[in-house]
Structures are given as C-alpha cells and as structure tokens.
C-alpha cells in the first residue's frame, strides 16, 4: 500500500436485539428487574405475585405476593433482598433466599403505580394518585396524599413526601439517589431534591397527554415512563401523542428529552420514525450510547426500537407481537429483559392461562 493510500475504516455494526429465550408465566408480567449478571430474573405479576427465574432455564418460584396486582419490582445492591410495589398501596421486602416477607410499608391509601430504587440501593420511591373530576370542567381534583414518596431501603423510613397533581404515574431517582422526578397523566413533570424536600424542576408537556372530545370526556395517556440521562443533566419520558377519541390508543409513539433544570425539550421522536400506539417503558444501555422504548402497537411496524443517544435516530425496530409492560439492560448490556402481556386476559376460575411472557434478547453494539 502506499503511502499516500487511504485505509477504509471498519464498518461500525448498527443495533440490534436478536431473541433466545421465551418463558410464559400464568398472568401478565408488568415489571421485571434482573440480577447484575443477568442469570436470574424477577417478574411482577398481574395476580400479585413477585417470581423468581431462571434466565436459562425458567424454573419459576414465587417469593412473595401483594393482595392486588403487583406493579413493580427491584432487587437491591446485597443480591438477596427484593422490594415490590403494588395496587395494594404497599411496599414490601421480601427475602430471594427463603421467600419471606421482611418488611410491608403502607406507603399509600390508593395504588402503587410505579416504583423506582436509587443506583446504591439505599432510597426508593414510590407514586400514587387517582383521577378525580375537581370542577365543572374536569379539572383533576387536588390530592388527598402526597402522590410522591421516598422510603429508606433499610430501615423503611419515610425520608420525603412530595405534592404532584393525580394520578401520578411514573417515577425516576437521578443515580447518586439525591433527585426525585414524577411524571402525571396531565404530562406534568416535576423533580426535588430528596434531602431538602425543595423543587428544582418543572413543567408540562402536552405531546404525551389528551383531553378525550369522541365518546367521553377525560384526560388519556400521560407520562407512562421517565428516566434520568446517564450524565444526570436531562429527563427522558415517554407516552404517546394526543388523541381525540380516549379509547383508540392511536397516538404517536412519542419519547421526549427535556434539561430538567429549565423544563426545555431538546428533542423527541423524530418524524416518519414512529407509529401509533402507547410506550410504557424506556431504559438506557449502560455502555452502547443507545436507549430502548417498547409498549403496545396500535398501528405500524415496530412496538419495540433501539434509539442512538447522541442523534436521537431510531436505529432498530422490531413488532414484538404482543403489549410490551417493561424492559431491563443486564449490568454488562449483553442482554435485554422484556416482559410482555399476552392480549388483554382475564382469570378464569381464578386461574390465569399463560398470559405473562419474560423473553431474554442478546445485544449487539
């Protein structure tokens, strides 16, 4: 070669998921977590139930239970201890050993709808809230608690309690445990300092939520998922697009960046990227510089995707088949966790018929 010759550079592998394992468990699974290598799964069922799972095998065993649906589950740093929210209002700690309840909080009077533990394990929080017609034009009601909380994962101390407006949906803690942000039907947003219990951040976005005018009359959507930036600096949400007629679930499938200081949305789906349909969950890969997003597919040709960070593009798409509730990165980001909910099933005779799915992805980069 010589030496004024150009060397072509490596082609730089796009993104993807490719599936290796399905499990079916009996009812709908809403929220997984993992161990940091990925060999053993936790699955929050729609029946209350908090199961353990072999990432190779299966080999289910329930290790603890809430007495209504089981919203959302974490594994904390020791590898041993597991805490669990649910529609039942509670937090619960339950040993991954020998499957004893530890703990139950009482942490609200109405559901626990979603639930998020601080990267050190040390704090959790936890969101309420339901949808009450305040006035003559269906403003929300104020709140009869406080719809955000944050519980010591040791001793289950309440360490802060935070005003939102109901229902209150999803909850992030920023990484160093010190920030927690909360995310409502209406799409407000709204992020504290845990220790001072001071707001530092707020405001609302009217891409993710709807005022129903077709059929009935009432807020849909809303703020389903938000997850800190890895820097820290930025909250990621997503939802889907207004809608007009509530029951169609036919609004774009819409992520948004904002810098939580100021409230500025910096980016969110790009245009001819998305179709119809809710997403409930959006995770960062912790190595690859990408982030995923998955929820229900309404119309269109993916209701999962892989998103590049830097340029917000969406970079792998695929039709999972069925609602997707939840999605987890391994530590390594070798792997990705996806619990599904197979069509909209009921119990019968008290039984549910299969109708979870935990499926394990490998990652390409």
């Known amino acids: 070669m010589s030496e004024n010759a150009t060397k072509t550079p490596p082609t730089k592998a796009v993104p993807r998921i490719e599936r290796l394992r399905e499990f079916r468990l009996p009812s709908p699974v809403l929220a997984l977590d993992a161990t940091p290598d990925g060999s053993l799964l936790l699955a929050a069922g729609q029946d209350g139930s908090i199961t353990a799972l072999d990432a190779e095998a299966g080999s289910p065993r ?10 959302s589950v974490a594994l904390l740093p020791d590898r041993r201890t597991v805490i669990s929210g649910g529609y039942d209002g509670t937090l619960r700690w339950h040993d991954l050993v020998d499957g004893k309840e530890l703990r139950v909080v009482k942490a609200h009077q109405f559901w626990s709808w979603d639930m998020a533990v601080s990267a050190d394990g040390r704090r959790v929080a936890t969101v309420t809230g339901r949808y009450e017609v305040g006035g003559y034009r269906y403003e ?3 709140e009869t608690e406080p719809s955000v909380k944050v519980f010591d994962t040791t001793s289950g101390e309440l360490l802060g309690a935070f005003p939102h407006v109901p229902p209150t949906q999803a909850v992030a803690v920023s990484a160093d445990g010190s920030l927690v942000a909360a995310g409502n039907l209406m799409g407000e947003v709204r992020v504290w300092e845990v220790g001072s219990g001071r707001q530092v951040g ?3 976005t009217d891409d993710l939520t709807g005022w129903g005018v077709i059929k009935s009359h009432h807020f849909v959507g809303g703020v389903f998922d938000l997850t800190f930036s890895p820097d820290g600096n930025e909250i990621y949400t997503c939802g889907m ?3 007009a007629d509530p029951m169609a679930g036919n609004g774009v ?3 948004q960046r904002f810098e939580w200081r100021t409230g500025k949305k910096l980016d969110q789906t790009h245009e001819g990227e998305s179709g119809q349909g809710l997403m409930e969950t959006l995770e960062f890969h912790p190595k690859a510089g990408i982030f995923v997003m ?3 597919l309404f119309q269109g040709t993916w209701n999962l995707a892989l ?3 830097a ?7 695929v039709d999972a088949k069925h609602r997707i509730s939840h999605v987890r990165f391994s530590a390594d980001g070798s792997r990705l966790f996806v619990a599904k909910v197979k069509g909209q099933e009921r119990p019968k005779d008290g039984k549910w018929s299969d109708a979870g799915i935990v499926e394990v992805h490998s990652v390409v980069t």
């Open 62 to 71: 329930i290790v603890g239970r809430h007495e209504s649906y089981a919203s």
């Open 140 to 142: 929300p009601a104020p």
């Open 202 to 204: 707020g405001w609302k």
């Open 241 to 243: 697009g207004p809608m």
């Open 253 to 255: 499938q819409r992520w």
């Open 294 to 296: 998955a929820g229900r």
């Open 307 to 309: 998103f590049d960070t």
């Open 311 to 317: 340029s917000g593009k969406s970079v792998f798409t």
